[in-house]
């Protein structure tokens, strides 16, 4: 099924704020089910306001290709919301209105779209944009069930990218969509595919965010990850790291940092006796060779704490789910005869 998009009236755009109004429009002019909602309800007219604020922030400083794609991105946003909060995935028609749990759906969205708008900013000298893709499919099996509370699917895809006239922008935006179309199938979107490959049965979400800039020589980011199978007893998550270096024009691998014939032996028996020392009452592993292709994968490296490197684990993989998604941090003084001669650049950055 095609994912639709519409091109909705400049006032919901956040483009402008008006005070005598509880929402960022007119609301004597108010004419669609979503329009109405934002103004009939106080709390979703909040939303709308501070959602207005946010996108102005957002665009404000960049080149305008840059303000032009996410114009369009905040266009798509609006129709992702409108179906999202619907039971069949569709635009409501004008004698349809949002009930108790499409309001609800509705705030939820409009804060999500908030947090993703403030990764639009400045950090440490680059600015910094975020493309965002989303879809709402109706599922096929919940369609018949008037109680399901599944009946529509939501993917999320978010990722930063560099304004168009910053020198790193070209080869870093190639990096970052390269590693969003590892990660979600939605972006084929972006390519103009239809949604026939999106699963209409799960909720998704993969966020990409700017977590470090080291120096000039690397870019890292936190990417987070969650599905869920409708009707499940809970969803999956998971948190990954992508280190770009700006030089090589590629991502991190191993020998950037380690050295030697014997170092993923030394990082995963220095990872173990961490893991003990901070997890052990809670751990479901039974030894080093439990985690041993896990500690020695880049994507699982947090280079932000200064006096070592941490461990990213998923959860399921070390404790029980409610333990969440533990972490170890292993000083550097304990991986000192496996670093590499290029360590300093890795870390620190040129």
């Known amino acids: 099924m095609p994912v639709s998009r519409i091109v909705l009236p400049a ?3 956040g483009l402008l704020v008006l005070p005598a109004s509880g929402a960022s429009f007119d609301c004597s002019k108010a004419s669609t089910p979503f329009e109405h909602a934002i103004c009939d309800m106080p709390e979703l ?6 959602l207005a604020k946010a996108f102005a922030t957002a665009i404000g400083g960049l080149t305008k290709e840059s303000v032009n794609l996410m114009r369009a991105d905040q266009r798509n946003w609006l129709d992702y919301a409108q179906r999202a909060c619907t039971d069949d995935a569709q635009l409501l028609d004008g004698t349809s209105v949002y009930g108790d749990t499409g309001a609800s759906c509705l705030i939820e969205k409009f804060t999500a779209r908030i947090g993703v708008l403030e ?3 400045m950090h440490d000298g680059h600015r910094f944009l975020i493309q965002s893709i989303y879809a709402a499919l109706p599922d096929p099996n919940e369609a018949d069930n008037p109680d399901s509370y599944w009946k529509v699917a939501s993917h999320e895809l978010v990722m930063p990218l560099l304004d168009a006239d ?6 870093f935006d190639r990096f970052v969509t390269d590693m969003a179309a590892n990660q979600s199938d939605i972006m084929s979107l972006a390519d103009g595919d239809d949604s026939g490959d999106i699963d209409p049965s799960s909720d998704t979400s993969v966020r990409m965010a700017v977590k470090e800039l080291a120096g000039t020589s690397r870019i890292t980011l936190e990417a987070t990850t969650y599905w869920y199978g409708h009707g499940a007893a809970h969803g999956n998550w998971g948190i990954t790291y992508q280190h770009y270096l700006t030089e090589q024009d590629r991502g991190l691998i191993a020998d950037d940092l380690f050295a030697g014939e014997d170092w993923a032996t030394t990082l995963v028996d220095a990872a173990w006796a961490q893991l003990q020392l901070e997890h052990k009452e809670w751990l479901q592993v039974e030894t080093a060779g439990d985690i041993a292709e896990i500690v020695v994968e880049p994507t699982r490296w947090d280079f932000s704490n200064r006096y070592g490197l941490t461990i990213q684990f998923q959860p399921y993989e070390v404790a ?7 972490t170890i941090t292993i000083g550097w003084d304990k991986l000192e005869s496996i670093m590499a001669e290029t360590q300093d650049m890795v870390r620190f950055g040129n």
């Not at 910053?166 to 080869?171: F, K, S, T, V």
Request: charged share 20%; aromatic share 8%.
């Open 45 to 50: 007219s909040a939303s709308d306001e501070l």
């Open 11 to 13: 006032v919901l755009l």
């Open 166 to 171: 910053d020198a790193l922008a070209e080869p």
């Open 119 to 121: 990764q639009s900013r």
């Open 320 to 326: 029980a789910y409610a333990y969440g998604a533990p």
